[in-house]
């Protein structure tokens, strides 16, 4: 007798993932299979497939593209703050890049009329042609990892990233990166 087996329980079980009974205790510990270990190396390796390019072009590290592709698609000057919402990374390095990118004439700081407390950042003309040339080179590369992918495929694991965020959002309230 041939045994049909579930779609679900068999990509559970190809990821480390299966429900403890008496006859079937959890598998072993497997980093290669560990969920948040395969996130993370996929995470280094696209960041690396970009950091490439910005590197290599204008000796930019992540934290400082980040800035300035937030900067770059803002109407107007953000407060850090708003930097920080918006890019998942913490403040010290937001800071820290902001500071990198004022040295370098990426971006200029401004007295922020509405609060005369903080200041309003926004890329310098430097900062915009840079901006400018390397989006769409990235672009570039986010199409050659998306070759061979359907948009129903696209759309599928951006569904996916996005009930796993709703899933953890519970857990990540007042947590900081």
Excluded: C, H
């Excluded at 490439?52 to 934290?63: K, L, S, V």
């Excluded at 992918?149 to 569904?159: D, K, T, V």
């Amino acid at each position: 007798m041939t045994k049909l087996t579930d779609p679900e329980t068999e990509t559970q079980e190809a990821i480390g993932i299966a429900s403890e009974t008496p006859e079937m205790p959890l598998p072993d510990f497997e980093l290669e299979t560990f969920f948040p270990y395969r996130v993370r190396v996929f995470y280094s390796d696209v960041t690396r497939a970009l950091s490439a390019i910005y590197q290599r072009d204008y000796g930019m590290m992540p934290a400082e593209w980040r800035t300035m592709a937030i900067l770059g698609s803002a109407s107007g000057g953000l407060q850090a703050s708003e930097i920080v919402a918006r890019s998942s990374m913490d403040k010290v390095v937001v800071s820290r890049a902001v500071k990198r990118m004022e040295e370098r004439g990426f971006l200029t700081r401004e007295s922020n009329e509405a609060d005369g407390r903080s200041f309003l950042l926004q890329l310098s003309e430097d900062g915009r042609a840079a901006f400018e040339d390397l989006a769409p080179k990235l672009k570039a590369v986010e199409q050659k990892m998306l070759s061979g992918l359907s948009p129903a495929e696209i759309e599928g694991f951006l569904a996916v990233t996005r009930r796993i965020r709703e899933n953890l959002s519970d857990e990540l309230d007042g947590v900081s990166d």
